[in-house]
């Protein structure tokens, strides 16, 4: 099966620095590569994805990159802010079950 | 739509006892998804339905655990008999997913989760 490893666990970074989450994935399989944020308490929701048949996307401040060949995935948070702190997770799937990675802890510091 | 609806929110029970999860998904959504979360596992799936029937139960972790979908607004996750190490946040997700052709995968909605504590 899917197997996702997530770098970071821990990231503090000072308000309005950039911020980068990085995911490697098993399956070459894998087209569907989603992030979501999961605030203390909160359930995780769906903050951005990419699919296989394309490299990167934008949405205002958040970007993620896809490299296929070397299966790994990224999420890029620009100009940080207090309400970006969460734990983050990649995902990936070929299969409709997503498989997540361990989630990284982004603490923005005021 | 009220979204993906869980029950109990919390749950607190002893060593032994019976817990029963519910869930009602998004109305039209053809996927739901149990997953497990705890902090040394982080998100764990451990089955998923499509049209109602189980397609991969391998997350499972033992015959204590055990799910049914009897039609497309209802889903149970029943542990018999509880331990301890069952405590954790159980989320019901749902999504809808384009048939095979036409590109586009769908967004996985989550319930608020159901919190259990084993004592």
């Known amino acids: 099966g899917e197997n996702v490893e997530q770098h970071p666990s821990t990231l503090s970074v000072q308000e309005g620095d950039s911020a980068v989450i990085k995911c490697t994935y098993s399956d070459s399989a894998s087209n569907y590569f989603p992030w979501y944020k999961q605030e203390l308490g909160k359930r995780p929701q769906l903050i951005i994805d990419i699919r296989s048949n394309v490299g990167e996307k934008k949405d205002q401040r958040i970007a993620v990159t896809l490299n296929k060949t070397a299966k790994h995935f990224s999420l890029h948070i620009t100009e940080t802010q207090p309400e970006d702190s969460a734990v983050y997770f990649c995902a990936a799937s070929e299969e409709r079950a997503l498989t997540f990675g361990s989630g990284t802890r982004l603490q923005v510091q005021p | 739509d009220a979204g993906v609806i869980q029950s109990p929110r919390h749950e607190v029970t002893e060593m032994g006892q019976e817990v029963t999860l519910r869930c009602k998904p998004i109305?039209?959504?053809?996927?739901l998804f149990w997953y497990r979360q705890t902090m040394m596992r982080g998100l764990e799936l451990l089955i998923y339905?499509?049209?109602?029937?189980?397609?991969?139960d391998s997350g499972m972790p033992e015959d204590r655990f055990s799910a049914k979908m009897p039609n497309a607004s209802f889903s149970t996750l029943k542990i018999q008999p509880s331990e301890p190490r069952d405590s954790a946040v159980y989320f019901c997700?749902?999504?809808?997913?384009?048939?095979?052709?036409?590109?586009?995968?769908?967004?996985?909605?989550f319930g608020e989760g159901s919190r259990l504590t084993v004592l």
């Open positions: 339905f499509n049209n109602n029937v189980p397609i991969d």
């Open positions: 997700a749902s999504s809808f997913w384009a048939k095979k052709g036409h590109g586009m995968a769908g967004e996985l909605f």
């Open positions: 109305s039209g959504h053809d996927y």
